[in-house]
């Protein structure tokens, strides 16, 4: 085979797409049609109204997701970083991200993990974390958002996104956690 | 395992030489000139970044200059604006010379090289803008996206018209891999960027590793691996040790790769049994890799008096043992019990400056420092910068990776330990991140080294008669 492909152009590409969608195919298309729980919609998981729609557009224009994720892993560790008054969070599964596009899981944590932060503070909190969020954790390294906390629409819309992470699983050990 | 020669015509571990074709390198001129001028731009993105990490208000109530913008600037801005078009540029010098034929098309090749810059200067609009797709590496908005295809298109059209044209029956190493990464391209491209928007969470996340995982091993990686394989023996004046032992390395590469995407996501919400399918290949990645590793350390057996005095090949071999600890870290990474210390810490973006600057970038700045000078019948302004810029990014480069390893990996492990407020680890990084900010004021030392010296030799050349 080696040699076949060394000399004529039309194997060699012929070979090579081979390959491509031998793996391509096995491990992008397939994979959905085995597991339906990535399509299946968890049962407490709501479909986002436009103001929330309009917050996760900008979450997703500020580029938030370079550096926080949103997944709690089957770590111990994470389960208890992303928990609530010692009561440890669930792990994240497939069926509460079925409505997310584009989804938002991340890659790095220069700041903690938001899985489950929807709840965690309340609307005062999350109006001076984003002015400059230094006024409220000390050493923290997020940039501030003036932009944002300046105009109300625009900071109601990404507040009132933030709250709904996590929301698909009851999971807090009470309820008056908002306030 | 030695081998010495293929099928006898013609050495095919020799890169044919004799030219007799005169190549006018229009295309790559244009090419590296507007990379070089990228790398130095995004450069200072890229320093504006790091020292965002250690002083966070930094232009912090600009809008278009926020972390959030500038991040994936600094990551398009290089991918594409710098090493890509770099290496297309060195390709559409390179092609030519392997095949004994000239470029099909200068004409469609200067067209392709306008377009590419039309579509970073607009990716450096909309990004600032915030005009971003919500994807990593594939944050560009959708127009450009089509750009981008056309000028993939015009690109594979003026390759592979060479290729079709060529007078040596028999291709170097170096051609299969610049046709393995266009053909690739080709699928991974519109996967990334197109069918991601027809899926959404894990199904969507999936697609994306895909194409995040192949954007480096099937694009960057057979690019650049090309590009090495032509400039070693090259600026080294010896064959390369075995054409054989490439071919396995270059069809290993193309089996294993593309399975690995679902490694992004280790003990994240997706299904356990992709996730082991990824780790499998993953590991399986170590054979392609060790193939060109040895190649190119046999190649250099007795060579290696050659390492003091040539930059160029200076770049390659650090480039290749660069390679070597990437692509052995990337396996690792991916074992679950690894995988939980490092992933999602600051030892990731060590590891891919590792890959991206360490080995691929040394690759075309070597490529780009041996034709300059050949293509512009000249000779290169100053060795001595030459040689310095390679330390500064030897030095800067070495000081960014070993540094966000040891503090990625203390992060990793403070994490791991519910107890230590969150707070507490990131305060904890920032001596970390202040070394990593002065390394990338030597790295970029040796950006501006680099371009003014590849600038000094365009502009002050003298024509010699060679």
Same mark, same amino acid.
């Given at each position: 085979m080696l040699s076949r492909a060394d000399n004529s152009a039309t194997f060699a590409v012929g070979a090579a797409l081979a390959f491509f969608f031998l793996g391509g195919l096995l491990t992008t298309v397939v994979p959905p049609m085995v597991d339906k729980s990535w399509s299946r919609p968890a049962p407490g998981l709501k479909k986002y109204t436009p103001e929330q729609l309009k917050g996760r557009a900008i979450y997703v224009r500020e580029g938030c997701w370079y550096c926080h994720t949103q997944q709690t892993r089957t770590l111990v560790a994470d389960t208890k970083r992303s928990g609530w008054k010692g009561v440890d969070s669930p792990i994240s599964t497939p069926d509460e991200f079925v409505y997310d596009t584009p989804h938002m899981f991340g890659t790095k944590r220069t700041g903690p993990d938001?899985?489950? %932060?929807?709840?965690?503070?309340d609307t005062q909190w999350h109006k001076t974390h984003f002015r400059n969020p230094r006024d409220l %954790? @000390?050493?923290?390294?997020m940039p501030p958002f003036p932009w944002i906390a300046d105009k109300p629409e625009e900071l109601g819309a990404l507040i009132a996104y933030i709250q709904t992470l996590g929301r698909a699983k009851d999971w807090r050990p009470d309820q008056d956690y908002e306030k | 395992m030695p081998e010495t020669s293929g099928a006898g015509v013609r050495p095919t571990n020799a890169v044919p030489d004799t030219a007799p074709p005169v190549h006018t390198d229009t295309t790559a001129k244009w090419f590296l000139i507007s990379s070089i001028s990228y790398f130095f731009i995004v450069g200072i993105i890229a320093l504006t970044i790091a020292a965002k990490f250690c002083w @966070?208000?930094?232009?912090?109530?600009v809008p278009y200059l926020t972390y959030g913008r500038l991040r994936p600037l600094h990551v398009n801005g290089m991918l594409f604006g710098w090493l890509l078009a770099c290496d297309m540029g060195l390709t559409y010098y390179i092609v030519p010379r392997l095949c004994g034929v000239k470029l099909f098309s200068e004409k469609l090749g200067v067209a392709t090289a306008v377009l590419w810059n039309v579509i970073v200067l607009g990716a450096v609009v909309s990004l600032m803008a915030?005009?971003?797709?919500?994807f990593e590496y594939a944050e560009l908005p959708f127009p450009l996206n089509l750009l981008v295809v056309v000028a993939w298109v015009m690109y594979a059209i003026n390759i592979f018209g060479t290729i079709i044209k060529r007078k040596y029956e028999q291709m170097y190493v170096s051609i299969w891999y610049f046709m393995g990464c266009i053909l690739w391209t080709t699928f991974v491209y519109p996967t990334g960027n197109f069918a991601t928007d027809f899926a959404t969470g894990v199904n969507q996340a999936n697609l994306n590793w895909m194409y995040v995982h192949n954007a480096v091993g099937l694009i960057f990686t057979p690019i650049g691996l090309g590009i090495a394989y032509y400039f070693l023996p090259k600026s080294a004046e010896t064959p390369l040790h075995s054409h054989r032992l490439s071919m396995i390395g270059f069809w290993a590469l193309a089996f294993v790769y593309v399975w690995t995407g679902a490694h992004h996501m280790l003990?994240?919400?997706?299904s356990q049994w992709l996730q082991t399918i990824a780790i499998t290949f993953s590991v399986m990645l170590l054979i392609p890799v060790w193939a060109v590793v040895y190649n190119f350390f046999a190649t250099m057996k007795g060579q290696w008096q050659q390492l003091r005095e040539n930059v160029p090949l200076k770049f390659i071999m650090s480039g290749i043992v660069f390679y070597l600890l990437t692509c052995f870290q990337g396996p690792m990474h991916s074992l679950r019990s690894v995988n939980a210390i490092v992933s999602k810490t600051d030892w990731i973006p060590g590891h891919a400056h590792m890959a991206l600057l360490g080995c691929f970038s040394f690759f075309a700045i070597a490529g780009t420092y041996y034709i300059v000078p050949r293509m512009w019948n000249t000779k290169l302004h100053s060795e001595a910068l030459a040689n310095w810029s390679f330390w500064f990014f030897m030095i800067g480069g070495l000081g960014f990776f070993v540094t966000l390893w040891l503090g990625g990996f203390w992060q990793g492990w403070q994490w791991n330990n @519910?107890?230590?407020?969150f707070i507490d680890t990131v305060k904890a990084l920032q001596p970390v991140w202040l070394v990593r900010f002065f390394s990338g004021i030597l790295m970029f030392c040796g950006i501006v080294s680099f371009a003014y010296n590849i600038m000094a030799t365009v502009i002050g050349r003298r024509e010699y008669a060679q």
């Open positions: 938001l899985s489950r %932060v929807g709840g965690k503070y %954790v @000390p050493g923290s390294i | @966070p208000e930094l232009l912090g109530t915030g005009w971003n797709h919500g003990h994240g919400p997706i @519910p107890s230590i407020p």
